[in-house]
């Protein structure tokens, strides 16, 4: 059973930085994409940004494009999410997750693979 076991979130004022790790505990298992999703209060989980494992393709919501950067290192089997720029509305719990799919990485219903969530606050 793969684990992904994200860490790093808290508490930032508005205009300052986290960085999110997501480490998975199998190396060898197969993923095509790996990619961070958060839900606010009372709102669906909503993608915020993926990267190709096997490459350097990455997509992001528009939301939080020039603010967020997914990066991998495939030796430490950890996806980052650097979040520069935090604005309230980005407030949320941020769960990691990983495909196998090719198509659909925008939606969470690609996703084969969980991790158990981070809480991100920022104040205003």
């Known amino acids: 059973q793969v684990q992904l076991v994200e860490s790093g979130g808290g508490l930032v004022q508005a205009g300052g930085s986290l960085r999110l790790s997501c480490a998975a505990s199998?190396?060898?298992?197969?993923?095509?994409?790996m990619g961070w999703f958060r839900r606010a209060p009372g709102k669906e989980r909503e993608f915020v940004a993926t990267?190709?494992?096997?490459?350097?393709?990455?997509y992001y919501a528009d939301s939080v494009k020039g603010r967020f950067t997914i990066s991998r290192d495939s030796a430490k089997n950890t996806v980052y999410l650097q979040m520069n720029s935090l604005k309230p509305e980005d407030t949320a719990v941020y769960y990691c997750?990983?495909?196998?799919?090719?198509?659909?990485?925008?939606?969470?219903?690609?996703?084969?693979?969980w991790g158990q969530g981070t809480q991100v606050t920022v104040s205003s």
């Open positions: 199998a190396p060898t298992f197969s993923r095509t994409f």
């Open positions: 997750a990983a495909t196998k799919a090719y198509n659909n990485v925008y939606s969470p219903t690609s996703y084969d693979y």
């Open positions: 990267i190709r494992w096997g490459g350097y393709t990455t």
